[in-house]
């Protein structure tokens, strides 16, 4: 049977925490009381912190009894994420929190799948939420007064929660139309590539086409991990340039590593590798002064890869998708990588391309399932996209 978990630190919020769960059981949903304080709860609860605490890799006493509070509130974050993980029966998830429950509670919804609701009242909920919310779909709401005993006006917010998620839950959004899903991603520069490749795809897929501006990266893997897509053109990696050269629109480490998990059909390429965004010039640091830029608009800066970071770039890639043991065809234009990169473009560098090339295709180990081509044109022209298109849809095949 499915269950709403209730979340928060029974501890210094338990009188709220017993409210929310006995006005969504109000309702007549299945509630499941978790606790993810530090010290003794306050209130009866159906998953203690203890049960919680035993989920961190090195045991409770990991989590517990610790006199450091942001150590504890760090371990206890770590133990929920994995025991969250560890539950097949979570129809969505509330938690109430100021600044470490929101931190503890937030750190597990951000590991449950895209669309499973999830709603964090929380102290912290009108400021900048990036940190909590990343790239799931968590819904933060403000909790208005602190959560230090109830009043009128949090019996109020409370209760329009505990309706909120019942709601949500009692009413899962309709199936789709039937279409699996692909993820793409996309950068200005890379713009008529990608929207050739999606044209050609639409009527048998539904294409999400991300912005590869890091969090778009990480929310297409996301989509993939919680098996929500059929396949990834990843056409646009440039967010590994700046994760590598310090740029303002990283990937993290685990670029790609959602294709090794799923072994999803993948088809990738290197567009606008030529280049690491920055913000306004000012912005930029000391090391890259008199390096080759171009001012996308009067917030946004590029900067040019070089010959040697290109090899750095190209061997990244490469370790990393031959950890890969699904279909995956990863395609070389060899006439240009954006916009800006094409003869008499502002970022056209044969050397700099060519060193990337090479490291890309010495660094991805072929087998029978992974290959890397060349082909002599530029990643926007109409038959780089059409070549792409057939990579994708022969190996979805398999």
Same mark, same amino acid.
């Given at each position: 049977?499915?269950?709403?978990?209730?979340?928060?630190?029974?501890?210094?919020?338990?009188?709220?925490?017993?409210?929310?769960?006995?006005?969504?059981?109000? *309702?007549?949903?299945?509630?499941?009381?978790?606790?993810?304080?530090?010290?003794?709860?306050?209130?009866?609860?159906?998953?203690?912190?203890?049960?919680?605490?035993?989920?961190?890799?090195?045991?409770?006493?990991?989590?517990?009894?610790?006199?450091?509070?942001?150590?504890?509130?760090?371990?206890?974050?770590?133990?929920?994420?994995?025991?969250?993980?560890?539950?097949?029966?979570?129809?969505?998830?509330?938690?109430?929190?100021?600044?470490?429950?929101?931190?503890?509670?937030?750190?597990?919804?951000?590991?449950?799948?895209?669309?499973?609701?999830?709603?964090?009242?929380?102290?912290?909920?009108?400021?900048?939420?990036?940190?909590?919310?990343?790239?799931?779909?968590?819904?933060?709401?403000?909790?208005?007064?602190?959560?230090?005993?109830?009043?009128?006006?949090?019996?109020?917010?409370?209760?329009?929660?505990?309706?909120?998620?019942?709601?949500?839950?009692?009413?899962?959004?309709?199936?789709?139309?039937?279409?699996?899903?692909?993820?793409?991603?996309?950068?200005?520069? *890379?713009?008529?590539?990608?929207?050739?490749?999606?044209?050609?795809?639409?009527?048998?897929?539904?294409?999400?086409?991300?912005?590869?501006?890091?969090?778009?990266?990480? *929310?297409?893997?996301?989509?993939?991990?919680?098996?929500?897509?059929?396949?990834?053109?990843?056409?646009?990696?440039?967010?590994?340039?700046?994760?590598?050269?310090?740029?303002?629109?990283?990937?993290?480490?685990?670029?790609?590593?959602?294709?090794?998990?799923?072994?999803?059909?993948?088809?990738?390429?290197?567009?606008?590798?030529?280049?690491?965004?920055?913000?306004?010039?000012? *912005?930029?640091?000391?090391?890259?002064?008199?390096?080759?830029?171009?001012?996308?608009?009067?917030?946004?800066?590029?900067?040019?890869?070089?010959?040697?970071?290109?090899?750095?770039?190209?061997?990244?890639?490469?370790?990393?998708?031959?950890?890969?043991?699904?279909?995956?065809?990863?395609?070389?234009?060899?006439?240009?990588?954006?916009?800006?990169?094409?003869?008499?473009?502002?970022?056209?560098?044969?050397?700099?391309?060519?060193?990337?090339?090479?490291?890309?295709?010495?660094?991805?180990?072929?087998?029978?399932?992974?290959?890397?081509?060349?082909?002599?044109?530029?990643?926007?022209?109409?038959?780089?996209?059409?070549?792409?298109?057939?990579?994708?849809?022969?190996?979805?095949?398999?």
């Amino acid at each position: 049977m499915k269950r709403i978990y209730v979340v928060g630190t029974a501890d210094t919020k338990g009188e709220e925490l017993a409210f929310l769960a006995d006005a969504i059981a109000a *309702t007549g949903a299945a509630v499941t009381r978790v606790d993810v304080g530090t010290r003794a709860a306050a209130v009866p609860v159906d998953v203690t912190a203890e049960e919680v605490a035993d989920h961190h890799p090195q045991g409770r006493n990991a989590v517990l009894g610790i006199d450091d509070r942001g150590r504890s509130v760090a371990a206890m974050a770590a133990a929920f994420t994995r025991f969250v993980q560890s539950r097949s029966d979570i129809s969505a998830m509330i938690g109430i929190g100021g600044g470490g429950g929101t931190s503890i509670v937030t750190s597990g919804m951000r590991a449950l799948p895209l669309g499973l609701p999830k709603i964090m009242v929380s102290t912290l909920a009108s400021g900048d939420t990036a940190p909590y919310v990343d790239v799931s779909d968590i819904v933060m709401m403000p909790s208005v007064t602190d959560m230090a005993g109830l009043n009128r006006l949090s019996r109020v917010v409370l209760h329009n929660a505990a309706q909120a998620i019942s709601g949500m839950a009692a009413n899962p959004a309709p199936a789709s139309d039937g279409k699996p899903s692909l993820g793409l991603t996309m950068f200005g520069v *890379t713009t008529p590539c990608v929207t050739a490749i999606a044209d050609e795809l639409r009527a048998s897929y539904d294409c999400m086409v991300f912005h590869a501006t890091g969090t778009g990266g990480r *929310t297409m893997e996301k989509l993939a991990d919680s098996r929500l897509l059929a396949g990834l053109l990843d056409m646009t990696t440039t967010e590994v340039c700046d994760l590598l050269f310090g740029g303002v629109l990283p990937a993290t480490e685990d670029r790609f590593g959602a294709v090794a998990r799923t072994k999803l059909p993948y088809v990738g390429s290197v567009g606008a590798l030529d280049m690491v965004n920055f913000w306004a010039p000012p *912005t930029i640091p000391e090391r890259y002064r008199g390096r080759l830029f171009y001012e996308h608009n009067s917030n946004v800066t590029l900067m040019r890869t070089t010959p040697a970071e290109c090899r750095a770039i190209g061997a990244w890639i490469g370790e990393r998708l031959s950890r890969c043991e699904g279909p995956l065809h990863f395609l070389i234009p060899e006439k240009g990588v954006s916009a800006l990169d094409i003869e008499g473009g502002a970022f056209f560098d044969p050397e700099a391309d060519a060193a990337l090339f090479d490291a890309v295709e010495r660094s991805i180990r072929p087998n029978a399932t992974r290959h890397v081509t060349r082909l002599p044109l530029h990643i926007n022209d109409p038959e780089f996209a059409r070549a792409a298109t057939a990579a994708f849809l022969d190996i979805a095949k398999k």
